[in-house]
C-alpha cells in the first residue's frame, strides 16, 4: 500500500480550500454548501481574493490552493485567480462540477494559468447512483468525458468519491471504475451531515469501520495513492493492521482549512464554525491563532473518550462529525467504535 509522509498537524496547511463562488447548476443530494444556480451576495471581490491569495502565498509557501465551489468555472475571473496563486507561489488544484461549463478551451486555459491538477467526482460506479446522488442525467458520463479530456491535455487527475448508505455497498466496483481512470489520487470522503447532507445518509460506526477496512484492503492492489478525507479513524484502522508509515493527520484545522465564498475562513468546508474573515485578517493568522483551529490541533481539549484515547495524536477524531451529530465540535467522533486502553483498564 502506498502511503504519504508524516508531517506535523501544527505545520502550515498543506491544503487550503477556496470556495470562489456558492453558484453551480447542480442539485448534489449531499452538497455541504447548499450550493445555488447563482452566486450568493457578499462574494469575495478580486481584488479581495488577489489579497487573499498574496498572503498565503507568503505566509503558506509551497502550500497547496483548492478553487473549489460550487462550480469554480461560473466565477469569470477564474483565470486570473488562478495565475495570481501560482505567482504568489501556491500549487493550484481546480474542483469543478461536471457542467457543460467545463470545456477543452477552459480547462486548457486554467492550465495555461497555472492549474496542476483536476478533480473530479464519481460516487457510483454506474450512472443510476451516481446521476441519483448528483440530481443530473448523464452527470457520469460527463465526469467521465472530463476526466479524460483533461489527463488529454496533461492534467494530473484526482477522483473524489463520497460515502453514503447509498454508495457504500458499491466501493469495491467503485474502484475498478476509478482503476480505469487512472488517476494519480482517488480521494474517498465520508459523509458528513451539513448543508443538504442527511443523518440518515451517514453511516453508522460499525458500518464506517467495515468501510475502512474494505478501503485498506482495496489501497493494498491500487496501483495509485488513495486518501480518505474526514475520516480520521481510518488512521487507526491502518495503524492496528500494521501499516509501517501513515499518512499525514491533515484534517479540518489540522493541515486544512476552508475559505468561503464570502472570506468567512472555518476549519473546513465540513466544518462551518467561523474562525476571522479574510477580509479585516490574514488567512495565515486566522489559521494560526484562530480559536477553533487552536481548539482542534490541543488534543487536552477533546472530550469524550477521544481525549483519553491511545490514538489521538494519530487520529484525534472527526471533528466535522462530531459537531454535526452533537453541536460541539470537541465531542467524541460518535462513528468511531474504539473503546480507548484507558476506559477498558477502568
Same mark, same amino acid.
Given at each position: ?9 501544527? +505545520? ?10 456558492? =453558484? ?54 477564474? &483565470?486570473?485567480?488562478?495565475?495570481? +496563486? ?32 483536476? +478533480? ?6 454506474? &450512472? ?37 448508505? #447509498? ?37 453508522? =460506526? ?24 474526514? /475520516? ?10 500494521? /501499516? =509501517?508509515?501513515? &499518512? ?11 475559505? +468561503?465564498?464570502?472570506?468567512? #475562513? ?67 467522533? &460518535? ?10 483498564? /477502568?
Amino acid at each position: 500500500m502506498r502511503v504519504m509522509e508524516t508531517a506535523r498537524p501544527t +505545520a502550515p496547511p498543506i491544503v487550503a480550500a477556496w470556495e470562489t463562488t456558492r =453558484a453551480c447548476g447542480y442539485r448534489c443530494l449531499h452538497c455541504r454548501a447548499d450550493a445555488q444556480p447563482h452566486a450568493l451576495p457578499g462574494q469575495l471581490t478580486g481584488d479581495e481574493a488577489r489579497r487573499m491569495l498574496g498572503q498565503m502565498g507568503e505566509g503558506f509557501p509551497g502550500g497547496t490552493l483548492i478553487l473549489t465551489g460550487g462550480d469554480p468555472l461560473l466565477r469569470a475571473d477564474l &483565470p486570473e485567480m488562478a495565475a495570481h +496563486a501560482t505567482a504568489s507561489g501556491l500549487r493550484v488544484a481546480l474542483t469543478p462540477s461536471a457542467t457543460p461549463s467545463v470545456t477543452r478551451r477552459r480547462l486548457a486555459e486554467l492550465r495555461d494559468a497555472g492549474v496542476r491538477q483536476v +478533480a473530479i467526482s464519481i460516487d457510483g460506479a454506474t &450512472p443510476e447512483v451516481h446521476d441519483g446522488m448528483r440530481g443530473i442525467n448523464g452527470s457520469f458520463a460527463r465526469s467521465l468525458r472530463i476526466l479524460a479530456m483533461a489527463r488529454e491535455l496533461g492534467l494530473p487527475v484526482q477522483v473524489n468519491s463520497t460515502v453514503t448508505r #447509498v454508495t457504500e455497498p458499491g466501493l469495491e466496483a467503485l474502484a475498478e471504475v476509478v482503476r480505469g481512470v487512472q488517476p494519480v489520487m482517488w480521494s474517498v470522503f465520508f459523509l458528513v451531515a451539513v448543508g443538504r447532507g442527511r443523518l440518515d445518509d451517514m453511516l453508522s =460506526a460499525e458500518e464506517h469501520e467495515r468501510a475502512f477496512h474494505r478501503i485498506a484492503d482495496l489501497a493494498e492492489t491500487l496501483p495509485f495513492r488513495v486518501k480518505v478525507t474526514e /475520516a480520521p479513524p481510518y488512521r487507526r484502522v491502518l495503524a492496528e493492521r500494521g /501499516a =509501517a508509515v501513515l &499518512p499525514p493527520p491533515v484534517t479540518g484545522g489540522r493541515g486544512f482549512m476552508f475559505i +468561503a465564498h464570502d472570506g468567512v #475562513v472555518s476549519p473546513s468546508g465540513f466544518l462551518p464554525v467561523a474562525a476571522g474573515n479574510v477580509r479585516d485578517t490574514s488567512p495565515v493568522d486566522i489559521y494560526r491563532n484562530g480559536e477553533i483551529f487552536r481548539a482542534i490541533r490541543d488534543p487536552e481539549r477533546l472530550g469524550g473518550k477521544c481525549r483519553v484515547c491511545e490514538y489521538r495524536e494519530v487520529c484525534g477524531g472527526s471533528r466535522a462529525r462530531a459537531w454535526a451529530v452533537t453541536g460541539d465540535p470537541l465531542a467524541a467522533d &460518535p462513528t468511531c467504535v474504539h473503546v480507548p486502553a484507558a476506559l477498558t483498564a /477502568a
